[in-house]
């Protein structure tokens, strides 16, 4: 689409993505990764040939996956570097389930700041790009996601300057700086810390390009930012506390509800 072209080339230019580094960063340049570190629910992912697989926690996926989630269940992933692999359930309900479809709970502890993702119910998300380079004190991450459906909560640490984040969505693209936002297919956006450029486009071919900062909600019907009441943005950093401490980057999950599914026919699972 052309206005995504032309609102990423504005990124490139001003608000997200520097180029100079060039060469230098493409020699230490690594595959990031997407790591599942909790399902409510179920969910399942493809590698972008419509042939689904059932998702699990622990599970990594990069560039070419799409991930969607079932109505009623929910999917935390960390973007970045491999997490490590200490993630580990702690049940306390016990459910019978059949052994293809197998789900659980964990929580998960990160140590250090993470980029977080929190996808909701009914939505579809598809991994465009993950790119790390470690150049050294400010490591250059170049990361784009393709939200196709439903709605993400995402948490993001303080980028560099030339790094770049981005979120296409099917009639906009947002850029991403160091900010814990909410933002939905069809464009409605929330950002509750750090500030977010973006750009939508209406059935008429019109490009609205907003900024938000802090407590700054956008919707696309009426092209007009306003912004949450005092109560609002309580609740909204009420359910971004919730999922993450911001301070110390931990996914926190105060009372865990994790569900142990035993299989009628291996047992324990």
């Known amino acids: 689409m052309k206005f995504v072209q032309t609102f990423a080339s504005a990124l490139v230019g001003g608000f997200v993505l520097m180029l100079a580094a060039g060469a230098h960063a493409q020699s230490t340049t690594t595959q990031g990764y997407a790591t599942v570190v909790r399902i409510e629910g179920e969910a399942r992912y493809s590698v972008g040939d419509n042939v689904w697989h059932p998702l699990t926690v ?3 996926l990069g560039p070419g996956n799409v991930i969607q989630t079932a109505v009623d269940s929910k999917v935390d992933i960390v973007l970045g570097d491999k997490v490590a692999e200490h993630i580990v ?3 306390d309900k016990v459910a019978l389930a059949a052994d ?4 659980g709970m964990v929580s998960y502890q990160a140590v250090a700041e993470q980029n977080v993702i929190r996808m909701e119910s009914d939505t579809v998300l598809a991994i ?3 790119l790390i380079s470690n150049m050294g004190v400010d490591a250059v991450s170049d990361t784009e996601l393709d939200l196709r459906q439903g709605t993400i ?4 640490k303080k980028l560099s300057a030339a790094s770049q984040y981005l979120i296409k969505t099917p009639n906009g693209i947002a850029g991403v700086r160091g900010t814990t936002f909410i933002i939905s297919a069809n464009g409605d956006i929330t950002v509750i810390s750090g500030s977010m450029v973006a750009s939508h486009t209406d059935s008429s071919g019109h490009v609205t390009t907003v900024v938000l900062g802090p407590g700054d909600q956008y919707d696309p019907r009426t092209g007009q930012v306003t912004h949450l009441t005092p109560q609002e943005f309580k609740k909204a950093m009420r359910t971004a506390i919730f999922i993450i401490t911001l301070q110390k980057g931990i996914i926190s999950f105060a009372h865990d ?3 142990l599914y035993v299989s009628p026919v291996h047992g324990h699972h």
């Open 100 to 103: 293809d479809e197998i789900r």
């Open 257 to 259: 509800q994790t569900i």
């Open 89 to 91: 359930p702690v049940p």
């Open 58 to 60: 622990g599970q990594t």
């Open 128 to 130: 465009d790009k993950l």
């Open 153 to 156: 909560f995402g948490n993001v």
